[in-house]
């Protein structure tokens, strides 16, 4: 598998990195906390065109390939970018799959913000939806249904990650966009690519907190020598750097089969976010502790990158969920 980019591709993603650069940046990611949306961030990616990529060009959108949505998710990783951007992407695409025109329509034209809950749910609340607390509507899974609800009642959930998340109630009034067996597969679908693009985004992550470690490092200095000098220290961030790229080639693979390999492309998403998730985890923990107690302070980026990846992945839930959905793939559910 050749996974080197085309020129359309480097000129994709150094647009979104010069855009992240100016729009996120550490300074307005904290002041988008607690809720972890930044308003002028949404409107610029917005402008940029950022969920018409995502929607087939029979709909209105560009079509954008799923490895190229990878490749921008890695930059919004990297920016730890306040906004809802996958879930927004993922529900833009399920809608244009079942024939959701008008609320399609209005994501589009940027008149409603509509998300997408990964998880299923059985009860009369959809708890700690992804960009629930800001979302004009949610795409979920809801006994068995592919629902689109409008998103009047919600209850945004402080955390630790300061991600927009919030239980949002079901209602009467939903929108039905797929029943039965036809419902259950677009969801899956769209929890395949929810999986790939948040590995990519943890992988942009994980980069960046490995690089702040390897910039402090050599410059904080003990005994007269840079901290990075010590195997302690440089160690770790190898480790930790290794994994990345490991991660990212297997995010990759996953964004690739979709198209290449698509009987595998549920097995490759799980492990690639788990995968993702525990290298994100080990990096950023890594990276706080060569920062010492400035890693710990409130005031220092590094505990952002900690704190972020480790929100994001729960809205799925721990890694051995994922891996649980691997061995399914591969083996079949177990019976019961």
């Not at 961030?237 to 009987?263: I, K, N, Q, V, Y």
């Amino acid at each position: 598998m050749d996974l080197s980019l085309s020129g359309e591709q480097r000129q994709l993603v150094d647009s979104f990195a010069a855009m992240y650069t100016r729009e996120s940046t550490s300074q307005r990611v904290r002041a988008a906390e607690p809720l972890g949306f930044d308003p002028k961030l949404w409107e610029t990616l917005v402008q940029t065109g950022v969920i018409e990529m995502a929607v087939g060009e029979s709909h209105g959108g560009w079509g954008a390939s799923e490895l190229e949505l990878a490749l921008i998710a890695e930059q919004y990783g990297r920016a730890i970018a306040s906004a809802p951007v996958i879930e927004a992407q993922i529900a833009a695409r399920l809608l244009a799959a079942c024939g959701g025109d008008d609320l399609l329509g209005s994501a589009l034209s940027a008149d409603k913000l509509v998300t997408f809950a990964p998880r299923p749910y059985g009860g009369d609340v959809l708890a700690l939806a992804p960009g629930g607390a800001v979302a004009d509507a949610v795409v979920a899974l809801v006994g068995g249904r592919l629902v689109a609800l409008s998103n009047e009642n919600r209850a945004h959930v402080q955390n630790l990650g300061s991600l927009p998340l919030a239980d949002v109630t079901v209602h009467d009034d939903a929108i039905v966009l797929a029943e039965g067996e036809k419902g259950r597969r677009l969801f899956s679908n769209a929890v395949d690519l929810w999986l790939t693009l948040t590995a990519a985004a943890l992988v942009g992550a994980a980069a960046k907190a490995v690089e702040m470690g390897v910039e402090y490092a050599k410059q904080r200095r003990a005994f007269g020598t840079p901290i990075g000098a010590f195997q302690a220290v440089s160690h770790p961030l190898a480790d930790s750097a290794t994994a990345t790229d490991g991660a990212r080639l297997l995010a990759f693979e996953a964004a690739c089969a979709f198209s290449d390999e698509p009987d595998r492309a549920t097995e490759l998403a799980a492990m690639a976010f788990a995968f993702a998730y525990e290298t994100a985890r080990d990096a950023t923990y890594r990276s706080l502790h060569i920062h010492g107690g400035y890693g710990f302070g409130m005031e220092g980026d590094i505990q952002l990158y900690y704190r972020r990846v480790r929100g994001w992945a729960m809205v799925f839930g721990e890694p051995a969920v994922a891996l649980d959905r691997v061995a399914d793939a591969r083996y079949g559910p177990v019976a019961g």
